[in-house]
């Protein structure tokens, strides 16, 4: 997932949204996972949290990530 991630941030311009929505992907990101990703690819500029339940899981994002990144729900 990071390779993938990071390749397609080499090859756009413009800023990212990581989405997690296992509904309709059928895969499920962890927090560690996510935290990751935001940590190594400066050009995600929003994560957009859609695994239930979400709020436990935008809490302990919210620590684990750069200031300027953006939770959505």
């Known amino acids: 997932m990071v390779e993938y991630f990071s390749k397609v941030a080499e090859g756009i311009s413009i ?20 935290a ?7 050009s995600i500029a929003c994560v957009k949290l859609e695994s239930l339940p979400s709020p436990p899981k935008i809490a302990q ?13």
């Open 15 to 34: 800023p990212l949204v990581l989405q997690d929505h296992p509904a309709s992907t059928q895969v499920s990101m962890s927090v560690p996972l996510l």
């Open 36 to 42: 990751r990703l935001v940590t190594e690819i400066p």
């Open 61 to 73: 994002l919210r620590g684990m990530i750069r200031d300027d990144c953006t939770i959505l729900t």
